[in-house]
């Protein structure tokens, strides 16, 4: 893998499940920046915004840090993963409780610029 024309962008506590977040990254992989960027802004889906941002933030670092042009930039991989859970309780009958899971979960964008070559026939 050449690490020049890559990106990375990370978050590692967005407030929702695993298969919802996982369900939005689906729809951005394989497609060029700007569409992915369009698709978030429409959707529905309130983890949208949170991977968005990631998004934006990669954009961002492949501009400033390493200097590649957006035009040509893709989404080549989007990783989801498991991080903390808030435990909570709540109370039942009989004097009993019982656990509530909210979990979080985090994200990693990596971007990388794909340049197309054209052959031209003389």
Known sequence: M?????SIARDNTIR????????????????KVNKAVEQ??????????????????????????KQLDIDNLYVKEAYVG???????????AKGRASSILKPFSKLTIILEERINKKKEDK
């Open 82 to 92: 498991k991080s903390l859970s808030m435990k909570r309780f709540r109370p039942r």
């Open 40 to 65: 978030l802004k429409f959707s529905n889906k309130r983890v949208s915004q949170n991977v968005l941002k990631v998004l934006n933030s990669a954009i961002s670092n492949a501009e400033n840090n």
């Open 2 to 6: 050449n690490l020049d024309n890559i």
């Open 16 to 31: 929702v499940s695993q298969l919802k977040l996982a369900n939005i990254t689906r729809l951005i992989v394989n497609q």
